[in-house]
């Protein structure tokens, strides 16, 4: 699902809204866990999941063109842990298929 299909269903199960709403919410929410993360915390979305910055360390790489060893800094990284109850409802989907 893109932004704006989300921004559609949004409007679509709120008919009160006008395009402009929709799209600020959706824009407000994604914004608001991009800069929670961006500050180092974590966003809990209760029976949906969690996203964390992991950290990753420096390592040796490879270049997969050349073959030639690289050195990769260290770097933080977005991380999404799903909740129980949507893993539960995704794989009751998938077993009734």
């Not at 929410?29 to 800069?35: A, N, P, V, Y």
């Not at 063109?65 to 990284?77: A, E, F, P």
Request: glycine share 8%.
């Amino acid at each position: 699902m893109t932004r704006s299909e989300l921004v559609i269903r949004v409007m679509e199960a709120n008919p009160h809204l006008q395009i402009k709403d929709a799209e600020l919410i959706v824009h407000t929410i994604l914004d608001e866990i991009s800069e929670a993360l961006a500050r180092g915390g974590r966003v809990e979305l209760r029976g949906f999941g969690a996203f964390t910055v992991k950290q990753r360390e420096a390592r040796a790489g490879r270049n997969p063109r050349t073959g030639q060893s690289v050195q990769v800094d260290s770097k933080s990284v977005p991380f999404f842990r799903v909740g129980k109850e949507l893993r539960e409802r995704i794989n009751k989907e998938n077993c009734e298929e």
